[in-house]
């Protein structure tokens, strides 16, 4: 296990990236690499999922170990570029001791002249939001500044003391000169996606029990993008969608919410739509706002908008990359709908995306009863 004591990230980070860093990009592996499944990478601690977007980015080796997953991919884009990125149970100093310690190893790794930022002479340390810091930093080659080494470090905390740091680096030449490189984006655990810690399987049991990957997204966002969907689930569109037939329940109305549903994996997956819930995450017990029951709603009615032919619900199985489009109508009290959509398993609920815009940012749409 990790212990909270320590005042530095722990050793086996430190001789897993540094072997990476000095070794520079890695060729192929024909040995399984720990969480790796196609583009796919499910962190077999801490459940948070990676996808490489081909033929940008190959994974060139990953390691889980005393509760540290780190993973290292490469691309050939330009001059070539390294991404690491690690996680592990934070110990009392958040995403700003994450992001020190990041620097710390870059300084130990290029010690041919002290670290510079990409344009001051000190290392730019910037706090992006509570739970998230990045650095900027430059690791100077003394005999072609084109080949300086501009590292972006950005570390973020996530439920249950999850730290994810992520460190990027690539040439000053390749910056200066724009080389177009797709921007990777780990996704948290429990975040618009079904990842979860598999410490003692490589692979979810294939065509067996249909446990792969699957995320949760706007309608029309390519799942395979490799970064964090914009615009997942919501429920901003109230009219353009055929309302159910028969009227709801008295004093209530009907309230519709969409989106995709994509499965990532290599192996197919099962999703019950009838636990896609609305609810209140994250709202401490006796103290709910207006729209936030005690119980989560589950849908009253479904209709899949698009996917693969035979797909049927509520309980739908994707096979790999099978996409299937679905709207989902509740039945709600008028005024303020509950903020969250919510995907309940059996054992946790993953957050599949906001009732209302731009993930949190807008207001919510109310209920309107007696149409």
């Known amino acids: 296990m990790v212990t909270h004591a320590r005042r530095c990230l722990p050793i086996a980070i430190v001789l897993a990236l540094l072997t990476a860093l000095t070794t520079g990009p890695a060729a192929a ?8 499944r196609g583009p796919l990478y499910e962190s077999p601690t801490y459940g948070w999922i990676l996808i490489a977007t081909e033929p940008d980015w190959r994974f060139a080796g ?26 592990y149970l934070d110990d009392g100093r958040g995403a700003e001791g994450c992001a020190h310690d990041l620097v ?20 730019e340390y910037i706090q992006q939001e509570p739970d998230r810091y990045s650095a900027r930093a430059r690791a100077p080659n003394p005999n072609d500044p084109g080949l300086d080494i501009l590292a972006y470090i950005d570390c973020r905390a996530g439920k249950e003391g999850v730290l994810i740091g992520d460190a990027l680096l690539r040439t000053a030449r390749d910056l200066d000169n724009m080389v177009d490189l797709t921007l990777l984006s780990p996704m948290l655990p429990g975040e618009g996606h079904t990842g979860r810690p ?16 699957v995320r949760f997204l706007a309608r029309g966002f390519p799942p395979l993008s490799g970064g964090e969907a914009p615009f997942p689930f919501s429920c901003i569109d109230q009219d353009s969608f055929t309302r159910p037939a028969e009227a709801p329940p008295p004093d209530r109305g009907w309230y519709a ?115």
């Open 29 to 36: 592996q024909t040995d399984a690499m720990p969480g790796v």
């Open 62 to 87: 990953t390691s889980s170990a005393d509760g540290v997953d780190t993973v290292h991919l490469v691309s050939s884009a330009g001059d070539g570029a390294d991404d690491y990125y690690v996680s």
């Open 104 to 123: 710390d190893l870059l300084a130990q790794t290029y010690d041919a002249a002290p670290l510079q930022g990409w344009s001051d002479s000190a290392v």
């Open 198 to 213: 598999r410490p003692s399987a490589a692979t979810p049991t294939a065509g067996v029990s249909g446990d792969g990957v």
């Open 257 to 371: 919410c969409d989106g995709e549903i994509a499965n990532v994996d290599v192996v197919p997956a099962t999703i019950d739509l009838s636990r896609i819930v609305l609810g209140c995450a994250d709202v401490p017990p006796g103290d709910l706002p207006p729209g936030c029951a005690d119980d989560l709603t589950p849908p009253s009615h479904y209709e899949l908008l698009s996917g693969p032919e035979g797909v049927a619900g509520p309980v739908v199985t994707l096979q790999p990359g099978d996409v299937v489009e679905v709207v989902l109508w509740y039945a709600l009290p008028g005024g303020d709908p509950p903020a969250d959509i919510l995907y309940q398993e059996p054992d946790r609920l993953v957050h599949v995306g906001p009732t209302f815009f731009s993930a949190g940012s807008g207001a919510r749409i109310p209920v309107r009863v007696g149409r």
